[in-house]
C-alpha cells in the first residue's frame, strides 16, 4: 500500500522523485493551479507557457512529464490536468481532484516518493487528493513476476508526500486517517474482486472476512452447507449445489455502544458464475470472478466502518456461492423452497444472484434493522440502460432512493434513481411456484428489483443498488479508476453509514 504523509514543506525544499502540480484548460490556454507557486518561480514564471509548448492544455486526466534542470529537490515535475478553470470564487471540488490524484499516481508507478502541490483550501481537499493518490496507486500484481529480478512489473508509487496539508491541523489529520482507512478497504475489495476464482471460493472468502473480523473487532459468524441446509436456506444451497466448493453464508456484525441506529448490508458473492445449467455463451465467461463485487463491498463496508469508529450498528451478510453445471446442479425447472418459505421455480440457472439474496435478504430482515441496502452485479440490463460507469439504484421507499443517489454523488460515484413498475410484477408469476425467478425480458433489472423486494421484511426501509457496469473495468484505466476490479459502491455505502450514524437519514 503506498504511505501517505501530511506536509508543510514547501515545493521547492522537499526532497522527493517526482513534483505534482494541478494545470487547468483556461480560456486563452493552460492555467497554473494553485499550489504551483514555487514550482512556478523555479521556472521564472513561465511554467504556463513551457506546458503549453509542450502540448499541454489543462484537459481533465492529461498528464505532462518534464526534467527540472534547478530550483527544485525533485528531478521531475508532473502536471497533471484538472479540466476547466472554476468559476469566480468557486473551487476546484473534490471529484477533479481526486481524479487528477489518481491520474498522477499511477503515471508515477515504479517511483518511490512523489510531492503532491495540488490545491489545498480545505479538509476536503486534503480528503479528496489522498483518496485519489491512493485508488490511482492500486496494481494487482500478486500473479505476477518471472523469476529474474526486474521481470515483473513496476511497483506502485511508493510514497505520497500532499503538500498545503498541515499534519498538526486535527481536520486535515482525520481527513487524511479516514483516507487511508476507505482506501485500503477499498483496495483489500479490489483484490478480492481481482482473485482468479480457483483461488477465491466461498468458503477462502469466508476465511478472509473472519480473519477481518478478529483484526477490527467485527463478529463474524459462517454458515457453512450444513447449516445452511438444517436453517433452510433453500436459494443459496440452490446455486450452490451444483459446485465442488460449497456455498457459505457469513454475518459481520460491528456494533458501537453510542449507535441508534442499525444499518444491514447484504452482498451478491458468486465467486464464479457460469450461468450454471443455462450456460452463459462464449465470450460472456471470463470476467465472471467478479461476480461478487457486491459481497466485497459490503464487507469492506463494514471493516471500515469499524475502522473509522461510526456511532452506528453495521451488519453485513456475504451471500456466498459458485454457480456452476454439473449432475448435483439445479436445473430450470426445478422449485426452490426459500428461507422465507416461498417456493421460486428457477426458469434460469443464470438468473441466480437473485435466490442467493433473497434468502440473506430475509435473513437480515429477522432483525429488524432500520434500512437494508442490497449490492449487486445483478443484470447486463442495468448495463444496457446505465453503461459502464454508472449504477442503479431502486428502492421501496422513494426518498431513501434518493438520499442514496445524492450521497453517492458526494461520494464521488456515478449512480441513477429507476423505478420499480408494478405492472412488471406479473411476468414472474408461475403456475408452479409462489413466484419465477424471471419475468419480461424488457426492463430486466428492473424485474430483478422486484424479485428482491418481495424479500425484505414488511415495514422495513430497502434499497437495491445494481453495480453490473462499474464494477468490473475491461478497459483501459482511468482517474483513480485501476483495469479490473473498481470496488463500486464502497464509498457510497460508508458515506451512507456516516450519514445514518450523524442522524441524516431521519
Known amino acids: 500500500m503506498t504511505a501517505l504523509t501530511l506536509s508543510t514543506a514547501g515545493a521547492a525544499t522537499l526532497r ?88 498522477a499516481a499511477r503515471a508515477l508507478s515504479g517511483v518511490k516518493k512523489a510531492a503532491f502541490a495540488l490545491p489545498v483550501e480545505a479538509s476536503e481537499d486534503v480528503e479528496a487528493i489522498a483518496e485519489g493518490a491512493l485508488l490511482g496507486a492500486y496494481a494487482f500484481t500478486a500473479y505476477q513476476g518471472g523469476e529474474k529480478k526486474g521481470d515483473g512489473p513496476k511497483q506502485p508509487l511508493g510514497e505520497v508526500a500532499l503538500l498545503g496539508a498541515k499534519p498538526r491541523d486535527k481536520a486535515h489529520k482525520a481527513a487524511a486517517e479516514r483516507a487511508i482507512a476507505l482506501t485500503e478497504e477499498v483496495n483489500r475489495a479490489r483484490d478480492l474482486v481481482n482473485t482468479p476464482p480457483n483461488d477465491l471460493t466461498p468458503e477462502s472468502f469466508a476465511a478472509v472476512a473472519t480473519a477481518a473480523g478478529k483484526e477490527n473487532g467485527i463478529k463474524v459468524q459462517v454458515l457453512d452447507e450444513k447449516a445452511l441446509a438444517k436453517g433452510g436456506y433453500g436459494g443459496i444451497l440452490g446455486v450452490g449445489q451444483g459446485s465442488a466448493n460449497p456455498p457459505r453464508l457469513v454475518r459481520l456484525a460491528y456494533t458501537h455502544p453510542d449507535a441508534e441506529k442499525t444499518l444491514a448490508l447484504v452482498g451478491k458473492g458468486i465467486t464464479y458464475d457460469s450461468g450454471g445449467i443455462s450456460l452463459k455463451p462464449a465470450g460472456h465467461n471470463e470476467t465472471m470472478k467478479c461476480d461478487m463485487s457486491g459481497a466485497a463491498a459490503v464487507f469492506a463496508a463494514v471493516v471500515t466502518a469499524a475502522r473509522l469508529g461510526l456511532a452506528v450498528n453495521v451488519t453485513g451478510w456475504l451471500a456466498l456461492a459458485e454457480n456452476m453445471p454439473s449432475g448435483t446442479a439445479t436445473r430450470p425447472g426445478d422449485v426452490l423452497r426459500m428461507y422465507s418459505g416461498k417456493t421460486v421455480e428457477v426458469l434460469n440457472t443464470d438468473a441466480e444472484g437473485r435466490l442467493v439474496l433473497a434468502d440473506a435478504l430475509t435473513r437480515a430482515s429477522e432483525e429488524n434493522p432500520d434500512a437494508i441496502v442490497d449490492v449487486a452485479t445483478l443484470t447486463g440490463a442495468m448495463v444496457l440502460a446505465l453503461g459502464n460507469r454508472t ?28 423505478p420499480l413498475p408494478a405492472d412488471l410484477r406479473k411476468g414472474m408469476d408461475s403456475p408452479t411456484a409462489d413466484i419465477a425467478n424471471m419475468g419480461e425480458r424488457m426492463g430486466g433489472g428492473l424485474v430483478a428489483g422486484l424479485f428482491l423486494k418481495e424479500f425484505v421484511g414488511e415495514g422495513i426501509t430497502w434499497a437495491h443498488l445494481d453495480i453490473a457496469g462499474p464494477a468490473f473495468h475491461e478497459g483501459a484505466p482511468y482517474g483513480y479508476t485501476p483495469k479490473g476490479g473498481t470496488g463500486a459502491s464502497i464509498r457510497t455505502l460508508v458515506k451512507l453509514a456516516e450519514h445514518t450514524a450523524a442522524g441524516n437519514l431521519g
Open 16 to 103: 522527493a522523485d517526482a513534483i505534482v502540480v494541478g494545470v487547468a484548460k483556461g480560456a486563452k490556454g493552460p492555467v497554473l493551479a494553485p499550489g504551483a507557486e514555487a514550482v512556478d518561480k523555479a521556472f521564472d514564471g513561465k511554467l504556463a507557457s513551457v506546458l503549453e509548448t509542450l502540448g499541454a492544455s489543462g484537459a481533465e486526466g492529461e498528464v505532462t512529464k518534464l526534467p527540472v534542470l534547478s530550483g527544485l529537490k525533485a528531478p521531475v515535475l508532473l502536471a497533471v490536468g484538472l479540466g476547466p478553470v472554476p468559476e469566480k470564487d468557486a473551487t476546484y471540488g473534490a471529484e477533479p481532484l481526486r481524479r487528477a490524484a489518481g491520474v
Open 391 to 418: 449504477f442503479g439504484i431502486m428502492a421501496n421507499d422513494e426518498a431513501f432512493r434518493t438520499s442514496i443517489h445524492e450521497i453517492a454523488e458526494e461520494a464521488g460515484e456515478a449512480s441513477w434513481p429507476m
